[in-house]
T-cell receptor
Framework: EAGVAQSPRYKIIEKRQSVAFWCNPI?????LYWYQQILGQGPKLLIQ????????DSQLPKDRFSAERLKGVDSTLKIQPAKLEDSAVYLC????????????FGQGTRLTVV | AQSVTQLDSQVPVFEEAPVELRCNYS??????LFWYVQYPNQGLQLLLK??????LVKSINGFEAEFNKSQTSFHLRKPSVHISDTAEYFC??????????????FGRGTQLTVWP
């Protein structure tokens, strides 16, 4: 079974530029999560999707961050404009949905804002 | 709201010694409990989880954790560590959200370093 796929693995951008990350969850998984992991901290949820609907985006900085999962499969997370404090690893995870009790994580995208 | 405290940011031990990584949580409702492991430049891998039932849960590579409701703890233990166990370990809690898994609240992580 293929795992959660993320791209790119690494990205370096200048502040005020925009950036997008892509995630393809495990096939058939209805729930998709985006987490932000700042160096030295545990991951923090940015947004949770159930199929193509948003379940929880309470911690998403909506003035600069946006995410979509239009067809209920893969997802894109965008930052525009980026700030220095957005430097972090962005982790995508998926879960089967109904009855799911485990989240499966991708390898993450390491973003450096200079 | 839920929160997780990992009391030790770094735990150095010698190979074949026992180890305990401590985790306490705060929640006003019933939670699921997890330990994830993260190797350098990798994503998070589930090590073990407590959902219900027996309070002692075990992983396939010798780790175990015990859910203690009265002390709101979920400490991770291994009786004899290997160098390959060197990694960052994260404790996490989640509230069941309807019939799906809700958000995970993570601790800050504990870096386990095993020396030869």
């Amino acid at each position: 079974e293929a795992g959660v796929a993320q791209s790119p693995r690494y990205k370096i951008i200048e502040k005020r530029q925009s950036v997008a990350f892509w995630c393809n969850p495990i096939s058939g998984h209805a729930t998709l999560y985006w987490y932000q992991q700042i160096l030295g901290q545990g991951p923090k949820l940015l947004i949770q999707f159930q199929n193509n609907g948003v379940v929880d985006d309470s911690q998403l900085p909506k003035d600069r961050f946006s995410a979509e999962r239009l067809k209920g499969v893969d997802s894109t997370l965008k930052i525009q404009p980026a700030k220095l404090e957005d430097s972090a690893v962005y982790l995508c995870a998926s879960s089967p949905g109904t009855g799911g009790t485990e989240a499966f994580f991708g390898q993450g995208t390491r973003l450096t804002v200079v | 709201a839920q929160s997780v405290t990992q009391l030790d940011s770094q735990v150095p031990v010698f190979e074949e010694a026992p180890v305990e990584l401590r985790c306490n949580y705060s929640s006003s409702v019933s939670v699921y409990l997890f330990w994830y492991v993260q190797y350098p430049n990798q994503g998070l891998q589930l090590l073990l989880k407590y959902l219900s039932g027996s309070t002692l849960v075990k992983s396939i590579n010798g780790f175990e954790a015990e859910f203690n409701k009265s002390q709101t703890s979920f400490h991770l233990r291994k009786p004899s560590v290997h160098i390959s166990d060197t990694a960052e370990y994260f404790c996490a809690v989640s509230v069941k959200r309807g019939s799906t898994l809700g958000r995970l609240y993570f601790g800050r992580g504990t870096q386990l370093t095993v020396w030869p």
